[in-house]
């Protein structure tokens, strides 16, 4: 996914995710997590560059009882 930003400025992004994910910012990891307990939401720190900016997810979905979701929400303000 690329992001577009009219300058280089701190962000904070918004991540909601269900098992094992870990996003990359510029080819920087930006954050790594897991569980097993459902769709998780996490708000963590991101550097945008100004112009254009690569967001890679990478997501692992894990076989469990209660949920078979393999899903993620992403905003970024």
Do not use: C, T, Y
């Amino acid at each position: 996914m690329i992001r577009e930003s009219p300058d280089e400025r701190d962000a904070e992004a918004h991540f909601s995710f269900d098992d094992e994910a870990a996003i990359w910012v510029n080819d920087r990891q930006a954050f790594r997590g897991n569980h097993v307990q459902g769709f998780e939401a996490v708000r963590f720190p991101v550097r945008l560059r100004k112009g254009r900016n690569r967001i890679l997810v990478k997501l692992s979905n894990q076989d469990n009882d209660n949920w078979r979701f393999w899903g993620f929400s992403w905003r970024l303000e």
